[in-house]
C-alpha cells in the first residue's frame, strides 16, 4: 500500500527551481522525523535532506547543501523539499520518506526510514 505521495517533480532547464511535496496517503505521520532522499540512474539510493518532528533540526548532504531547503507543515502533515540553482547531476527519482520507529533521530541512512513514497522524477536539463 502507498503510504506517502511525492508531487511537483518535472522538467526544468540549469539554475532553474522546482519545490517538491509530500504527504501521507493514509494514517497521519506528522509527529515523526522526515526525509528526501534520491536515486540517479546506475546510483543507489542516497540521502539529500532530513527534517526533525518539529521542523527545528534540518541536515543537509554537501551536494546540496546552500541550494536546497526542506521544511514542513505538521497542520498539513505535509515536507517539501524547495530546490534552487539545479543542476543537471541533480537528476533523479526522489523519494521523501519517514521515520516511524523512533521519534527522536534524524537520520541520514536509507535503514532508518520505514516509510517511503513512490518517487517524483525530476530531470534537470544543460
Known amino acids: 500500500q502507498v503510504e506517502l505521495v511525492e508531487s511537483g517533480g518535472g522538467l526544468v532547464q540549469a539554475d532553474g527551481s522546482l519545490r517538491l511535496s509530500c504527504a501521507p496517503s493514509?494514517?497521519?505521520?506528522?509527529?515523526?522525523?522526515k526525509g528526501w532522499f534520491r536515486r540517479a540512474p546506475g546510483n543507489e539510493r542516497e540521502f539529500v535532506a532530513g527534517?526533525?518532528?518539529?521542523?527545528?533540526?534540518?541536515v543537509y548532504a554537501d551536494s546540496v547543501k546552500d541550494r536546497f531547503t526542506i521544511s514542513r507543515d505538521n497542520v498539513k502533515d505535509t515536507v517539501y523539499l524547495q530546490m534552487n540553482s539545479l543542476k543537471p547531476e541533480d537528476t533523479a527519482v526522489y523519494y521523501c520518506?519517514?521515520?516511524?520507529?523512533?521519534?527522536?533521530?534524524?537520520?541520514?541512512?536509507?535503514?532508518?526510514?520505514?516509510?517511503w513514497g513512490q518517487g517524483t522524477q525530476v530531470t534537470v536539463s544543460p
Open positions: 520518506a519517514v521515520d516511524s520507529q523512533n521519534s527522536y533521530r534524524l537520520g541520514r541512512n536509507v535503514w532508518e526510514y520505514d516509510v
Open positions: 493514509g494514517r497521519p505521520l506528522y509527529g515523526f522525523s
Open positions: 527534517i526533525g518532528r518539529n521542523g527545528a533540526r534540518t
